[in-house]
């Protein structure tokens, strides 16, 4: 029997994270950002219409 060699059976992927996962993250954190502004912007416009309305 062998002994255990980290170097020899672990390879860069086998940590789980690979190029799909990245790019999903990255475009993840795109529409998250998006989406928030969007919720953002729409609040905004509720609060506007309610302060011209109270004027």
Known sequence: MEGF??????GPNDA???AITI???IVGIIAISWLFGK???QVANIFEKKN???L
């Open 16 to 18: 789980g994270i690979s």
């Open 23 to 25: 790019i999903v993250g």
């Open 5 to 10: 060699d980290p170097a020899i059976n672990y």
């Open 39 to 41: 919720i953002y912007e």
């Open 52 to 54: 011209k309305n109270d």
